[in-house]
Every structure is written in C-alpha cells, then in structure tokens.
C-alpha cells in the first residue's frame, strides 16, 4: 500500500505540472464527435435530424420507434455508413489512447512532454494498438461467455456474477499491456504476457485498476472530466509499470519510443 500511495500522490504531482496532456485527446474526442455527426447527417433526411432534436421530451419506447422509422428509411446506407465511420472513429480513438500512453510514460520519465510526443507516440503504436486491443476484447469475451450461458441453464443470478468477476479480473491483468506495449516497444502478444507477469508480481496494479474503474466511472457524470481522468490515470499506470520494486519513482531510463 505504501507504493501505491507514493504511485498516486506523485502522478497527481506530475499531472498538475503537465495540465495540457488533457488538450489533445478532448480536440481529437471533439473530432470524433463531429466526425459521427456528419456521418448521421449524411443519412439522415433533413426533417428526420429536426425531430431527432426533439427526442429528449420523449418516452423510451417513442425513442426506440422513432430510431427504428430512422435506420428503416434506408437500412443499407445507414449500417454502410455506421460501420464505415464508426470505424474510422474507433481508429482515432485508439489513436488518442496510444498518444496518452506514450506522453504518461514520457512524463513518467522526464517528468514532462510535448505534444509533439503525443502524435508521435499515436502515430507509432496505433497499428499495435489496435491489434491488442481486439485481443484484449477476445479475451474478455470467452472468459465470460461459458458463465453467461450457463444464465441459460440455471435459474440463478451466481453465474452473471461470476462473468461480472471474469471481466474485472482479465481486464484488470491486462490493462498495464498497453503501457508495457510501448514502454518495451514490443509485439501485442508479449505486451499481454508481460502484462500478466507485472500484475501478480504487483498487486497494486489491481488496486490501482479498481481505482481507476471509480475514477473513469465518476468522470463520467461530468463528461468534461473525463479526459483529466483519462490523464490522470494514464500517469499512474505510467508511473507503476517503469517504477522498479521498492521505489514509485520512475526509473533514469525507460525504453520507450523516442520523437526523432
């Protein structure tokens, strides 16, 4: 516990000396965003967006009919166009997680970054990125699936508990993988085992995982502190994965990408 709470104080430290990580993800969050809203209004007859602006003062069930009516105007363009920008979206926002996890391990380093770091970092690791990431979701899946079938079988809420446990427990020995990916500069599958390594040998990074879940979880009712927590977190995994043992302070040398 005494790690962690060194983790914690000093990525809090580091986070407030380096307030402007927060700007590149919320630009790229906003063009994401802008991005869907074109794609929809591409779809979309003009007096359809009209009543979509409407759909707040709405029942649930007259939510739903009205998407439904919507996505049946054109069924084929509309799913063309979900999967071609959705798509598009998601590279971008593994983009945003590849550039925050290579400028936290940078300040957890240097104790600082540019943003040229931030692109660099994105630019770099997407490709590994995204390839981890589908296998990070693989992963989750089949270790809850046998659990939720069995709701199938037996009347009784203890296997969705136990699926719910399975998906903490292997996201939770998997998330430093995306920090271990680029501070080693290494392949999607040695991420992922080195990942497992790091979270039985530390323990905090379980702890600081549930911390991170309340953080993530709490940001959400304010939607505009959600990239200071995205930041914030970012910082102390960073901080965790390239501290040795006995100390939360980041290691003289990291192996890390460097901005050329």
Do not use: C
Not at 13 to 25: E, G, M, Q, S, T
Not at 151 to 160: C, E, W
Request: hydrophobic share 60%.
């Amino acid at each position: 516990m005494p790690h962690l709470l060194e983790v914690l104080l000093s990525g809090i430290k580091l986070f407030v000396r380096n307030l402007k990580i927060v700007i590149p993800p919320i630009i790229l969050s906003f063009m994401i965003y802008l991005f869907l809203a074109i794609g929809l209004a591409s779809v979309i007859p003009p007096e359809k967006l009209t009543e979509l602006s409407q759909l707040t003062e709405k029942s649930d069930e007259e939510i739903i009919r009205e998407m439904y009516d919507i996505v049946m105007l054109n069924p084929v363009k509309f799913f063309m166009a979900f999967i071609i920008f959705g798509s598009i979206a998601f590279v971008i926002m593994i983009f945003i997680v590849a550039g925050m996890v290579g400028a936290s391990l940078k300040i957890a380093k240097t104790g600082s970054f540019s943003f040229s770091d931030f692109f660099h970092f994105g630019y770099l690791y997407t490709p590994r990125m995204l390839a981890l990431e589908l296998l990070i979701s693989i992963a989750i899946l089949v270790a809850s699936l046998p659990f939720l079938f069995l709701t199938g079988i037996v009347s009784s809420v203890i296997p969705i508990l136990i699926s719910a446990v399975a998906i903490i427990f292997v996201a939770a020995i998997t998330f430093p993988s995306r920090f271990i990916l680029i501070a080693l500069d290494t392949g999607v599958f040695d991420a992922l085992a080195a990942s497992i390594r790091f979270s039985f040998k530390k323990p905090s990074s379980l702890l600081l995982f549930m911390v991170t879940v309340a953080m993530v979880g709490l940001s959400s009712l304010i939607p505009l502190l959600q990239p200071f927590a995205f930041a914030l977190t970012s910082i102390w995994y960073a901080i965790l994965v390239t501290s040795p043992p006995s100390s939360a302070a980041p290691p003289s040398e990291s192996p890390e990408g460097q901005p050329a």
